[in-house]
């Protein structure tokens, strides 16, 4: 029996069990997944036990997304592109951190029909989601990435790291906008901002009937962002889709195998509802 293990501190809240777990049933492998509640001062350790062979692989959550990439014998391109690092990979008796966000939001947009290449984007934020998300959509070939975020200052940090422009409302002509996406953590549920959407109505309200809205908040499904969008008539994806393509991509570095997207996305989905 193989094990996958999550390393995060609190590490209770998360739907990578129920998805990963369902995942290794339904393809007949011997593995389960756990989550190990790692305080900082321990980090190191856990990375020594991540090296015994009985060990598949691992995720990476807060607040250890940074501390690892300093830790792992090797670091992805992605990964130190972003700065920061989800998945931890076993290669050749070396730990490699790789960071399956953006190709996981990427895969979250061709899920739904969205193709961004040439598009013109706006991103909300510049956290490490916003990171991911604006690498994701230069690499696809956006025609413009554009970050409006509340702290001007961890703007420029994310441009300088991973690129696009820094804007602002007042600059903003929503009519010329393709793509919305909110990497904020603005409407999620239990959080400061609960409630609330990141994108002024009255804006929302002018993008063009063809714009698309996504949001990477998963709890609640349908935020009020999403609400607003869907009553203006645009297109949305919702944050469930992000979350079950980075797990699908960490699942198919660590098996070799295609991930069984269906079942993950049921497993994340009863996991929510549990949660709800
Ligand atoms: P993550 O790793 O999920 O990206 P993060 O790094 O804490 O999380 O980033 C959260 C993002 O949400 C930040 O861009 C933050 O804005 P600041 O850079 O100004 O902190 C943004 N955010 C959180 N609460 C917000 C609020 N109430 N209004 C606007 N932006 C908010």
């Known amino acids: 029996m193989k094990t996958a293990a999550l390393l995060a501190h609190p590490a209770g809240h998360s739907g990578s069990p129920a998805m990963h777990n369902a995942a290794f049933e339904a393809l007949g492998i011997e593995a389960r997944y756990e989550a190990w509640d790692i305080p900082s001062d321990g980090l190191a350790d856990a990375l020594t036990r991540l090296r015994d062979p009985s060990i598949l692989g691992a995720n990476i959550s807060l607040p250890h997304k940074h501390a690892v990439l300093e830790l792992a014998d090797v670091v992805q391109e992605d990964a130190a592109t972003i700065g920061a690092t989800n998945v931890l990979v076993k290669r050749d008796g070396q730990l490699e951190a790789r960071n399956s966000d953006a190709v996981g939001f990427m895969r979250s947009l061709t899920e739904a029909g969205v193709a961004p290449r040439g598009a013109a984007a706006v991103v909300l934020g510049a956290g490490g989601a916003a990171h991911a998300v604006v690498h994701a959509l230069n690499r696809a070939g956006a ?5 409006i975020n509340r702290t001007p200052s961890k703007t420029a940090a994310l441009t300088g790291r991973v690129g696009g422009q820094s804007a602002t409302w007042d600059a903003l002509d929503a009519r010329a906008v393709d793509v919305w996406v ?4 603005v409407g999620m549920a239990g959080g400061a901002g609960e409630g609330e959407s990141p994108i002024p109505t009255g804006i929302l309200m002018a993008a063009p009937k063809h714009a698309t809205v996504v949001d990477i908040v998963y709890a609640p499904r349908v935020t009020p962002l999403l609400e ?8 949305t994806v919702d944050g469930t889709g992000m979350l079950v ?3 699908a991509v960490a699942f198919e570095w660590w098996t070799g195998k295609e991930a069984p997207v269906a079942v993950m996305r049921t497993a994340l989905d009863g996991f929510l509802r549990s949660q709800a």
Request: net charge positive; charged share 15%.
């Open 228 to 235: 607003t969008a869907r009553s203006a008539g645009l297109n």
């Open 143 to 147: 025609r413009s990435v554009k970050i």
């Open 245 to 247: 393509h980075q797990g």
């Open 182 to 185: 909110n990497a904020t953590t």
